[in-house]
């Protein structure tokens, strides 16, 4: 198979596909691209079992065929070269020759029907969002995922399809983040699935800012996302996501209002001080006054003080507040609300407008 090809056109795909590969794989097929040349163009694929994504370019680029390529030597060549170079791919035996102008490279080869293909699987739920909904959708809550937790659930992002909205929720045990979104759904079938880390980092990677439709099929083992010219199949935790209703808190009575801006301000003050392991800050409440306050295991200590709406009874709990700043840095309106009834209590964090996005940082004993 010979294969010709413009950089500018090869290396934006081949890099959004070349970020699934696993460095380690446990494959010596998974280290490489599947390249597929058809009548109708060129398809490149790459996966690590878990997550595949495929890229489609239209055009002729010389006879049918398939290949497999070490995906990162490619993109390490076709990154090095000119943005616009031509680049030639030839199959020679068990190598690939790849050349553009003086530049000459030969590749080992693996022969392309044992690169392991995805097959698609029987579709449950199918609806159309905007991107940068999605994107937004995953960016407000992937935050809170869990990273290599036993609980293997919470190692990703909950995404459910009910009645007209798509909720993702994402939880590690001590904080939870959820959001919701209108979507039109053709089926009154409700679906949840758990989407793997690996394959939240990689949607992120791959979804735009723009408002151009894609495609999403839940399927009852996995996904298939269609955006412009890719598409993501990633396999699904198999788990039973916790009841998460059950941890966000009433509303209290009394709630805080404060400027976005400086209680992020006052919290990354306050935690300078702050045990890298431990991390806990106890938050006063006052009238119309919040106080952080920190100790450090030498004995030291930090206090920041900023001027809220709060009309309540004087109150004093603990948080992570790591946990807590991410949660008012991840909302997007110039103020926010924090609900604490006791101090035994989860906080409810929440946009000034009230939105569709809620964020429970669980207490700490200080």
Sequence with gaps: MNLNINNSILFPALS??????????????????????????????????????????????????????????????????PETAEISLVVDGERVNVSSERSRFSLLS?????????EPAETEVQLSISQNVFKSLLEQTAFAMAKQDVRYYLNGVLLEAQQDRLRAVATDGHRLALCDVDVTIPTEVSRQLILP?????????????????????????????TVDNYVFTSKLIDGKYPDYNRVIPELSENVVLA???PLKQSLSRASILSSDKYRGVKITLEQNKLRALVHSP?????????????????????????????????????????????????CLVLPEDGGKCKYIVMPLLL
Aim: charged share 25%; aromatic share 4%; net charge negative.
């Design 298 to 346: 030498d004995q030291e200590q930090a206090e920041d003080e900023i001027d809220v709406e709060y009309a309540g009874d004087n109150l004093e709990v603990g948080f992570n507040v790591t946990y807590l700043h991410d949660a008012v840095n991840i909302i997007q309106t110039d103020k926010v609300r924090l609900s604490v009834s006791s101090p035994k209590s989860g």
């Design 197 to 225: 880390r690996k394959g939240v980092q990689e949607l992120l990677r791959l979804v735009g800012e723009s408002d151009a439709e894609m495609q999403i099929v839940m399927s009852k083992n996995q996904v298939r996302i």
């Design 259 to 261: 400027e976005r801006e």
């Design 16 to 81: 959004k596909v070349a970020g699934v590969v696993d460095p380690r794989p446990t494959l010596a097929i998974l280290a490489n691209v599947l390249l597929n040349v058809g009548p109708d163009g060129l398809r490149l694929t790459a996966t690590d079992m878990e997550v595949e994504l495929t890229a489609s370019i239209d055009g002729n680029f010389g006879p049918a065929g398939d290949i497999t390529i070490p995906a990162r030597k490619l993109f390490d060549i076709c990154r090095a070269l």
């Design 110 to 118: 693996l022969p392309a029907q044992e690169f392991p293909l995805v």
